[in-house]
């Protein structure tokens, strides 16, 4: 069964570094999503990916916060300048349909642990 | 601001019995989502249910819809020990931020 995949499954960094963590959504999907859960937590959205551009983006997206598909199969969120409050798992997703209309899958998660 | 939100944000029950656990959400919707998460686990889709439907089954999993009270209800029959996770609800009202968020969840623990 497609899955969507995510790496790595968990970095550790300090402050003030730049994180990019890597999402591979399911082949024939069109739409991109990055979710974030600090522990024990809500899943927070985030960011929503369609046709090269940012569809939809949440308040936590800020200047801090940018995602890119670089080539056919990858999606990525940078993080820029980490802070400890970054400490959180991100989970990517993806799906088929007009964007949110559908299920949406998701990817295990990276642990992004900032010291 | 979201626009589902699971009610009680926690549940405890004997494996074997039933666990229901509701959804409200606050504008008109094209449908409605439940997601289960495993502890430090990616969400799993497990049931969509449209506007203009009521009921829907899937295995042990029932879910309601009622439109004129702006909820849901999800119901796992026979519960079982690996049940145990968190369950959360996206009510999709067909676009915006808002469609792509989720509530608390509940937490269902299942004990054996």
């Known amino acids: 069964e497609p899955e969507v995949t995510q790496t790595p499954s968990h970095q550790v960094t300090q402050m003030g570094q730049e994180v990019i963590l890597r999402c591979v959504p399911i082949s024939n999907h069109l739409y991109f999503y990055w979710y974030r859960q600090i522990l024990g937590q809500k899943v927070e959205f985030l960011v929503s990916?369609?046709?090269?551009?940012?569809?939809?983006k949440s308040e936590i997206f800020d200047d801090q916060f940018s995602v890119e598909r670089p080539d056919g199969s990858n999606f990525t969120l940078k993080i820029r300048s980490t802070k400890l409050e970054d400490s959180a798992m991100y989970f990517c997703?993806?799906?088929?349909?007009?964007?949110?209309?559908?299920?949406?899958?998701f990817g295990e998660g990276s642990r992004l642990t900032v010291l | 601001s979201q626009q589902g939100e699971e009610d009680p944000q926690a549940l405890s029950i004997q494996e074997g019995e039933n666990a229901t656990m509701n959804c409200s959400y606050k504008t008109s919707i094209n449908n409605l989502q439940w997601y289960r998460q495993n502890s430090g686990r990616g969400l799993v889709h497990l049931i969509l249910i449209r506007s203009n439907e009521r009921e829907k089954h899937s295995g042990r999993l029932r879910v309601t819809l009622d439109t004129s009270k702006k909820s849901s209800s999800l119901l796992i029959t026979a519960s079982r020990a690996a049940d145990t996770a968190s369950y959360f609800c996206r009510a999709y009202s067909g676009g915006g931020a808002d469609g792509l968020t989720f509530g608390k969840g509940t937490h269902l623990i299942i004990q054996p």
């Open positions: 997703a993806s799906s088929g349909y007009r964007q949110g209309a559908g299920e949406l899958f």
């Open positions: 990916f369609y046709n090269n551009e940012i569809s939809e």
